[in-house]
């Protein structure tokens, strides 16, 4: 799976960045799609992910009610929409993909559980104050 992450950028205290992971050579219905990130000094922590099979989404705590993951099946794309940012959510942000059906042979059920196998170049938020 080849993944293409974009959408980063500088914003203030407060503003909004839609980040896109577009994923080639596989169907989005049939991967887990992450957001991880990782701040300077600071562990690659997981985000958001979406099961595109059934759909179903799981956030980090920190970000729940500001964060909205989805998916554009027509562009094979997941968004990561982000609102109310704070400078805490600084990092750069790596897409991150694993085949379901691997990840359920594992004995993985959620995408929050995988381990992920492939990985998307990152792309640099900065909230700036």
């Known amino acids: 799976v080849q993944l293409q992450a974009s959408g980063g950028g500088l914003v203030q205290l407060g503003d909004s960045l839609r980040l896109s992971c577009a994923a080639s050579t596989h169907k989005l219905e049939n991967l887990y799609i992450a957001w991880f990130r990782q701040a300077p000094g600071k562990e690659r922590e997981g985000v958001s992910c979406i099961s595109n099979g059934e759909g179903s989404t799981w956030y980090i705590d920190s970000v729940k009610g500001r964060f909205t993951i989805s998916r554009d099946n027509a562009k094979n794309t997941v968004i990561l929409q982000m609102n109310s940012l704070k400078s805490e959510d600084t990092a750069v942000y790596y897409c991150?993909?694993?085949?379901?059906?691997?990840?359920?042979?594992?004995?993985?059920?959620?995408?929050?559980?995988?381990?992920?196998?492939?990985w998307g170049q990152g792309t640099l938020v900065t909230v700036s104050s």
């Open positions: 991150a993909a694993k085949e379901i059906g691997w990840a359920r042979i594992e004995g993985y059920s959620s995408c929050d559980q995988a381990p992920y196998d492939y």
